[in-house]
């Protein structure tokens, strides 16, 4: 007779690779940080890994909404009750944030405002 068995995932809350999660005041953004971290998690272990994160300050039933409102912004994406980050929607962050740097590197453009 088989056994199933069932894969473990464990997130330490406490590693300097996440610390900064916590920092995060949206649930927005802490959903956005730890789908960066570990694609592919279940809404249920997203609501877990938020409501930690925020000392059980958010209900699951928010963790929802708020997936659900990063979907149809196109921001995540949902395959087989797993969310990943768009790639298009990291794309086009990158493209921002490269620009921001070059523009830091280089002498600001005089603007004038009328």
């Known amino acids: 007779m088989l056994q199933k068995t069932q894969a473990l995932q464990v997130f330490d809350l406490r590693s300097p690779f996440s610390s900064n999660i916590n920092r995060f005041d949206s649930t927005r953004e802490s959903l956005i940080s730890f789908l960066?971290?570990?694609p592919g998690l279940s809404c249920k272990q997203l609501a877990v890994l938020?409501?930690?994160s925020k000392n059980?300050?958010?209900s699951p039933q928010a963790v929802y909404k708020t997936l659900n409102q990063l979907?149809?912004?196109g921001v995540?994406?949902?395959n087989e009750r797993?969310?990943?980050l768009d790639e298009t929607w990291v794309c086009s962050g990158k493209k921002f944030f490269e620009e921001a740097v070059k523009k830091q590197d280089s002498p600001a453009e005089m603007v004038m405002l009328i």
Do not use: H
């Open 56 to 58: 059980g300050n958010i």
């Open 36 to 38: 960066a971290r570990y």
């Open 50 to 52: 938020v409501e930690k």
């Open 82 to 84: 797993k969310y990943f």
């Open 71 to 73: 979907v149809e912004e």
């Open 76 to 78: 995540l994406i949902k």
